[in-house]
């Protein structure tokens, strides 16, 4: 098993150019189901979720090439309608090829999903949609059996904007007979990322980025070309690391405007920020001040992913500072992990309460999820010392070589 040992105290500097998003590159994979001809996505990172949903599509029977970030995906024929269970269990995201596979095949079948152990994650919300719009749905053992023999569009009400259920339905209406409305849709501008991809094939979807998503069924879907959005939540992290280590970094090929509510605490917590078209520079040369308050929300709001990663920029800042964790119960597992690295934080149930400590000292540690592996990673790069961090896979499902990413920023990473 490899391991990730990090020197700290690196100043940061440096440019590093974004790739496709995972979160929306992953349902847009699954969408490539819903027409027989090929799909080309551009731009994509090789990480382990990706993989392992490419796996899964191999084993529905897509052709699939994936070479120099370019994604090839052909389901001429799909050979079965059940996603396997112990790929499905390897990715939560296998649970969006529920609606592409009914809209196709008339039925489909899918293990519960895994994915980060960060929660309950029920599929409740993903469920009642398909029973709204007239598809059976059973489940024994594990796993959900539909069957969309008399599906029918319809007007959706979310009980929470969830994302995956949003993205499900919208694939599975976008060749439905008749209208769908979905209301208190999710917001992310991956949901958008997903209307416009469909949209490329043919589709007819409006509304995305907002409440109200409408889908207008259509009879055809065909192949097309997409590059999706730069990840926001890459950026993000990195972002956080430079103002955390000090220093100064660009993120380059983003859209600034997807992580509004970070540059936001950020500006509050005295770097400097410059952000223009496509493009971020973070400058911070002094110690930041603690952001008072942060609540995770879904979007516009604070994005739960960035929220284990700015849990480390307030644990070295000056002052006290409180997160709300609104979206997912159980992220604050890292915090036992930052504690043993000499961090000053208290928990209760959804809140914690982070008092600044001056420095962090390199520990032994171990990654328990994607978000949180990658946020070891920066208290690491900032702490005094040598850290280990245990259990990188986490960190590999949702960061291309995060070593080379971060020693491309002047850190000292290597994996062992
Ligand atoms: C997606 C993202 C994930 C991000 C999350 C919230 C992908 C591949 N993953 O996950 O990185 O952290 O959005 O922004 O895009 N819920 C239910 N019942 C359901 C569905 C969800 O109770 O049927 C709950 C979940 O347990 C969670 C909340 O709703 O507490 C948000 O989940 P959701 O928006 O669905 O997140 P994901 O699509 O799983």
Known sequence: MSKLLIKGGSVLKGEYRLKAAKNAVLPIIAASVLTKEKCVISNVPDITDIRNMLKIMNALGSEVTFEDGVIGLE????????????????????????????????????????GCDIGVRPLDIHIKGLQEL????????????????????????LDFPSVGATENLMMVASLAKGRTRIRNAAKEPEIADLQNFINAMGGKISGAGGDTITIEGVKKLHGACYTPIPDRIVAGTLLIAAATCGGEITISHCQP???????????????????????????????????DKLETQ????????????????????????????????????????????GAFITVKDRTAIIRGV???EGASVSAGDLRGGAALVIAAM???GYTTIENPFHIDRGYEKIENIMNGLGADVKRI
């Open 382 to 384: 900032k702490a005094e």
């Open 257 to 291: 405007e997807h992580i509004e509510p970070l540059l936001f605490k950020l500006n509050k917590s005295s770097c400097i920020l410059d952000a223009r078209s496509d493009k971020i520079t973070l400058r911070c040369f002094e110690r930041a001040r603690n952001i």
């Open 134 to 157: 007239g598809i059976s749905v059973e489940e024994s053992h594990g796993t959900i059996y539909c069957d969309a023999s008399r599906i029918k569009g319809a007007d959706i009400m």
């Open 358 to 360: 001056k420095n962090l």
């Open 75 to 114: 389901s001429s024929d799909l050979l079965r309608f059940s996603v396997p269970s112990d790929l499905a269990k390897e990715l939560r995201s296998s649970v969006f090829l529920l609606g592409p596979i009914l809209a196709r095949l008339g039925k489909a079948a899918v293990a519960y999903p895994g």
């Open 298 to 341: 879904p979007y516009p709001g604070f994005p739960t992913d960035l929220q284990s990663q700015t849990m480390v920029l307030m644990s070295v800042s000056e002052g006290t500072g409180v997160i709300v964790e609104n979206i997912f119960e159980t992220r604050f597992r890292i915090v036992r992990e930052l504690m043993k690295m």
